[in-house]
């Protein structure tokens, strides 16, 4: 077992059988703990080792039974822990569900209850990548397991039977022969005293047993959301609290001058006014001006009465014409070498076709429906915040580090996130809540506004791409050139989600493959995007195949099984790598759902795209009709999924669904561009999100897959984008090369 930092973002995972989930490369550190704070696992396939982490057994005077830090059963019922941040994926409900399987316990006994931030007892905790349900599912499961094994034992003494004469169900222990049954309650505190099972003996329940997994279950706190329960962090109040806002630079590297602090100090309301230096880093904390009141409205008003004056000296100048100006200037020539296989010229210069094309995508926002908030007390040189954050561990030491004190002095309490799909990966947030607590001496409520949001996004990266495609004689696809410009905030790497990699498709399909990087210079912030790089590859890649499989006159479909090939996994002993025969079926599987070659009237058509991302493989058909004025109408999309066994179906639906109505809504109409260093949109009048009555039906087909599972918050939005515009090419002849679409006179 390894344990390796998540990508510039401080966490640790776990490396499985050598690999590490897709979002997490990169070494940062090892961390070491004591064996004795850890049950160990072992015996799984492929010689890997796994760690349920276990908290201090209770005495055996008969504390609760708490085999693990997953679980606790006392005669109070049963209580299962969600270790990772809820941002609306659904895993508050799905990780104990994982336990509650194995433990075989009723799912109406349990009670839920999001676990504390604990990296000894829980490891890595965090929401990002996809990676909860593949990361968590095997520790999960032995977690239910080991308490279930010492149920029985438990039992098994009480009864003077043997262990081997039991089973167990819906939260009871049952002695067949005999007809008696135990509550897990009742046995709890004498489970507590059980010796807890070596990892080889136990015995994970087989598919064909389960009864919670892969039903639906609504989410554990639906019922608290409907009433408007205090759960996210924006809900969160104390006594004592002050509310405080942040003015920063609209171009990103400016500092304070000066600014009208006494005159803002004299407002109704306003507590205090100061400005605050930051610490040097962007992704922590930003010079600015922070007002601490009495009401979030005082806070707010006093902010829009400040006067500052930004010294700009070394303020960036980012500018979207520009960039678009110098990419379409760059496009033929060549880049950094990413991919290099086969023999590509040769390929060119044999081909009967050649075909040539120039796709770009602007920055987007997230746009999260919680603007950014945290609420920071600091007394006594402890820290306590309240933080609805993806990243609760790298939140904790990156607030102590710009206050100077000892991670150990940092308490967080997880809340609720009002979405993420990224954004919240980066705690600058915390850390500006940490600063203008520790220097205003009361606790404090830090709220970002609809417009700090948009202006101080982590933006996905725009990108652009100088396509060349070759087709042999029989409009085989022989060749694929790719020159990517993107951008870069040092100079030497490009900017989160904005860099190709060397397994991007059609690499290891497509016989000769040349790609190529170039990046622009940049200083607005980049980052995670939900399915970051992927969001934006699936659209070009998928786009461009279905202009190759235009030029050759022949069916996208054929053309797409046809590049996938044979059966096989893309990297050998990799799981986790691209499988071409899931791939295959799943692309089936859509084209079938959908009517796949069905006549359709005039200005209607069908789209189909494939991607593979966070190892999840999905397809999609688009049902879109055009209009003589270019309105789009997206009628339907048919998914086809591939993750290995479904969790919780009701939140795999949900996460698909989710996924589809994002997706449209991003390459629909939404932009942000950027002029003298500043973002121009700076709130939803300006960035057009999807209404409801544009939304389309999404109907959601799964493989009945026995493959290891993987998360499903990402993959289903890449496919998305491509196969809606390959829609509109079925429908109009029209081919859009530029998300949003809007940019070429579409609309919804």
């Not at 707010?300 to 004056?309: G, Q, S, T």
């Not at 500018?319 to 296989?341: D, I, K, Y």
Request: aromatic share 6%.
């Amino acid at each position: 077992m390894s344990t390796l930092s998540y990508a510039g973002i401080g966490e640790t995972v776990l490396a499985v059988n050598g690999e590490l989930p897709a979002t997490a490369q990169g070494v940062a550190s090892v961390a070491k703990v004591d064996r004795r704070e850890f049950l160990k696992l072992t015996g799984l396939a492929g010689g890997g080792l796994l760690l349920a982490f276990s908290l201090p057994r209770a005495a055996a005077s008969g504390g609760p039974f708490a085999p693990n830090g997953y679980l606790r059963i006392d005669e109070t019922g049963v209580t299962l822990y969600a270790k990772n941040p809820e941002i609306g994926q659904g895993v508050k409900t799905s990780l104990p569900m994982i336990v509650a399987e194995e433990l075989d316990v009723a799912w109406r006994d349990v009670k839920v209850v999001q676990a504390a931030v604990d990296r000894r007892r829980y490891g890595m905790q965090f929401a990002g990548g996809s990676t909860a349900i593949p990361m968590n599912w095997e520790p999960l499961r032995r977690a239910g397991a080991t308490g279930r094994a010492m149920l029985v034992a438990a039992a098994a003494s009480k009864l003077a039977v043997p262990a081997e004469e039991l089973a167990t169900l819906d939260s009871h222990v049952v002695h067949e022969a005999s007809g008696r049954k135990l509550a897990y309650t009742e046995i709890a505190a004498l489970a507590a005293t059980m010796p807890v099972p070596d990892g080889k003996s136990l015995r994970l329940k087989p598919r064909a047993d389960w009864k919670l997994l892969g039903t639906r279950v609504t989410g554990v706190d639906n019922e608290a959301l409907v009433r408007g329960e205090p759960l996210f962090g924006i809900d969160q109040t104390m006594p004592g609290m002050k509310h405080a806002v942040y003015a920063k630079c609209p171009a990103i590297g400016g500092t304070v001058k000066s600014a009208n602090l006494d005159a803002i100090k004299a407002m109704p309301g306003v507590v205090d006014a100061f400005a605050l230096e930051g610490n040097g880093n962007a992704g922590q904390l930003l010079p600015g001006v922070a007002v601490v009141a009495e009401s979030t409205w005082a806070a707010i008003r006093a902010k829009r009465a400040l006067e500052v004056d930004w010294d700009e000296t070394d303020a960036g100048k980012d500018s979207w014409r520009a960039a678009e100006a110098e990419a379409e200037r760059l496009a033929g020539e060549s880049g950094r070498p990413v991919v290099n296989q086969g023999d590509v010229d040769a390929a060119f210069s044999a081909a009967d076709k050649r075909i040539d094309a120039f796709y770009k995508y602007h920055f987007v926002s997230h746009a999260q429906l919680e603007p950014q908030n945290c609420t920071a007390r600091f007394h006594d040189g402890a820290l306590e915040l309240w933080a609805p954050t993806q990243t609760p561990g790298s939140a904790i030491n990156d607030a102590a580090g710009v206050l100077g004190i000892s991670p150990a002095k940092v308490t967080l309490n997880q809340t609720r996130c009002g979405g993420g799909f990224g954004r919240r990966l980066y705690n600058d947030f915390v850390c500006e809540a940490a600063a203008i607590a520790q220097r205003a001496g009361v606790p404090v409520k830090l709220l970002w506004t609809r417009e700090d949001d948009m202006a101080f996004d982590l933006y996905r990266a725009g990108g652009f791409h100088r396509f060349e495609g070759a087709l042999d004689s029989d409009g085989r696809v022989s060749g694929w050139r790719d020159h990517f410009i993107t951008f870069t905030n040092d100079g030497r790497r490009p900017v989160g989600g904005g860099s190709l990699g060397p397994g991007v498709f059609p690499a290891g399909l497509v016989a000769n493959v040349r790609c190529e990087q170039t990046a622009l210079p940049w200083q607005h912030r980049c980052a995670a995007w939900r399915a970051p790089g992927s969001n934006v590859f699936g659209f070009v890649v998928g786009s461009f195949l279905d202009e190759l499989a235009a030029a050759a006159g022949r069916d996208p479909l054929e053309v797409l099984l046809e590049v996938l090939g044979e059966p096989r996994l893309l990297r050998p002993g990799n799981p986790r790598s691209l499988n071409t025969g899931r791939a295959a079926g799943v692309v089936k599987l859509a084209a079938e759902q959908a009517g796949w070659g069905r006549k359709l009237p005039k200005g209607r058509g069908l789209g189909l795209a494939f991607y593979f991302s966070h190892a999840g493989h999905i397809a999609e058909v688009a049902d879109v009709s055009v209009s003589a004025d270019r309105k789009v109408a997206v009628h339907k999309v048919t998914v086809a999924a591939d993750v290995g066994p479904i969790v919780n179906l009701s939140g795999a639906e949900n996460q698909v669904e989710g996924s589809v109505v994002d997706g449209l809504s991003t390459m629909l109409g939404l932009s942000v561009t950027f002029e003298n260093g500043r973002a121009e949109q700076s709130n939803f009048d300006q960035y057009p999100l999807l209404r409801i009555p544009a939304t389309p039906q999404v109907a959601v087909h799964f493989v009945d897959s026995d493959h290891s599972p993987t998360g499903l918050g990402e993959p289903a939005l890449p496919p998305l984008a491509p196969a809606v515009c390959n829609a509109i090419f079925a429908a109009t002849g029209h081919r859009v090369r530029t998300l949003p679409i809007s940019m070429e006179g579409y609309s919804a």
